[in-house]
């Protein structure tokens, strides 16, 4: 009896094949609303003032790029999470370019 079901050809009751769905994960990162917004706004202006602003740490080279390169940081992450991408750094830290379909 199991050979003759092998030897049949496929019934077309069988239920059809479904696409994946992607999860949220693969879809991209999800922009900040309300008080989260005003939140990444607030570190990204900060972050760029402090970064413009002259203080005296900058007098000693060490100390003042690592304060400064925090700022930056912060900015560049600020600004990723709202959604604003900048071409020439997304290429120098090696992040592939989403598509939008």
Not at 43 to 53: K, P, Q, R
Not at 80 to 98: D, T
Request: hydrophobic letters at 45%.
């Amino acid at each position: 009896m199991n050979q003759d079901r092998m030897n049949e050809a496929p019934s077309n009751t069988e239920a059809p094949v479904k696409d994946a769905v992607p999860v949220a994960a693969e879809e991209g990162p999800v922009k900040p609303t309300g008080w989260l917004k005003w939140f990444w706004i607030a570190v990204a202006v900060l972050s760029a003032v402090y970064v413009v602003i002259p203080e005296p740490t900058d007098a000693f080279p060490i100390v003042g790029w690592l304060d400064e390169g925090t700022a930056v940081l912060l900015l560049t992450y600020a600004l990723e999470r709202l959604g604003i991408r900048i071409p020439f750094l997304s290429r120098m830290l090696g992040r592939k370019k989403q598509k939008k379909d």
